[in-house]
């Protein structure tokens, strides 16, 4: 299982970015599918997440500005990001479980957020 992610860049404080993720390699449904974000010299942590029942949930520091959901296509999913702040800087890496909770766990390779003036 291969997961792509798409859509990072650069951009000013207050604008917006669209980060996109797809899986390829199986015919299962993912069980959880989820953004986390690794800062340089801190720890990888968890951005947004939503499950196969569509329970989601984010991060204090993002409430209200980021928005997860599921694309049309089986296993893709998004990530708008909008009023983007300096200390949003980092990689953003894609998270799927499939098929289900026991896992196994799937990355993608990661795309860098840069938000600066």
């Known amino acids: 299982v291969q997961l792509v992610e798409s859509g990072g860049g650069a951009v000013q404080p207050g604008g917006s970015l669209r980060l996109s993720c797809a899986a390829s390699?199986?015919?299962?449904?993912?069980?959880?599918m989820a953004w986390y974000r690794q800062a340089p010299g801190k720890q990888r942590e968890s951005v947004a997440t939503i499950t196969r029942d569509g329970i989601i949930n984010y991060a204090d520091s993002v409430k209200g500005r980021f928005a997860i959901s599921r694309g049309d296509a089986k296993n893709t999913v998004t990530l708008q990001m909008n009023s983007l702040k300096p200390e949003d800087t980092a990689v953003y890496y894609c998270?799927?479980?499939?098929?289900?909770?026991?896992?196994?766990?799937?990355w993608g390779q990661g795309t860098q957020v840069t938000v600066s003036s």
């Open positions: 390699g199986t015919i299962a449904s993912a069980n959880v």
């Open positions: 998270q799927m479980i499939i098929p289900s909770m026991a896992g196994p766990v799937y």
